[in-house]
């Protein structure tokens, strides 16, 4: 088993203490939520990479921008996001839970079985796609006067658990190209974890993510509105959905 090296160590414990940081006092995490991605980032950025770690600051970023656009609105509408925007641990383990995961299994052990750091880093890619498509589409959906019920296509309330409108899904489709390619061009200049892939494939976390979404819209309506599942569970559920998605497509042509 291989130890992470420890200059990285130190430039991951830095760069997550000064995320944290100001993600408190910026307020879009309460001290709950810092402290809960504080350690998510170490997890992040020691097992899987240091760049792995300014993508999850890109999301973090994005949700923030879009959480607080129009909000005075949104709030109106019955449609905001509690406490401001500022988000507790709960959001960001349903949003962080499964890149973290994806993390751990990059990292080589003797215990359990783990992926290759090119296909980990496309599955994180992935996972970190469908957690912006569905919070850029839930925040800026709930904004558009014509909403739909994904499951029977009758018109409903902006923000109700399962509705879709055209904004929210061009904004889901825009967020997963967005940061699929942020990504692919962060991982590209200073790693050579995507060398392996063919550059059409930059399409499987745009894809795939914003499937993820979708996913999180149909849970939404058949489990969240019947109290079966909470938003948090869903999140988690649609994110892992669209990893699992990637992986199978990347083993069924070879990689």
Known sequence: MTLPDPVNIVLVVAACTLLAGLSYARKVLDLQGSA????????????????????LLVFLVTAF??????YALKDQLGAAEPKG?????????????????????SFGNPWVPTFPKDLAAL????????????????EL?????????????????PGTNGGVSALGTSAALAAALYTSVTGWLVLMIFTDQLAGFPVWFIAVPVVMGF??????????????????????RVNILSIGAATLLALALASAVGW
């Open 123 to 138: 599955l994180y890619l992935t996972a970190m796609s469908a957690a912006a498509s569905d919070t850029i589409a839930s």
């Open 211 to 232: 499937a993820g979404c979708q996913i999180d819209s149909l849970l939404g309506a058949l489990f969240e509105n019947r109290g079966m599942l909470n938003k948090d």
């Open 36 to 55: 809960v991605g504080f350690l998510m980032g170490l997890v992040i950025g020691l097992f899987g990479s240091l760049f792995w770690l300014a993508l």
């Open 141 to 157: 959906g709930v904004l558009s006067g014509r909403t739909y019920l994904i499951t029977t296509g009758k018109p409903c309330r």
């Open 85 to 105: 925007g500022t988000r507790g641990f709960s959001s960001v383990l349903a949003n962080g839970w499964v890149p973290m995961v994806v993390a751990l299994l």
């Open 65 to 70: 921008v879009a959480t607080r656009y129009r």
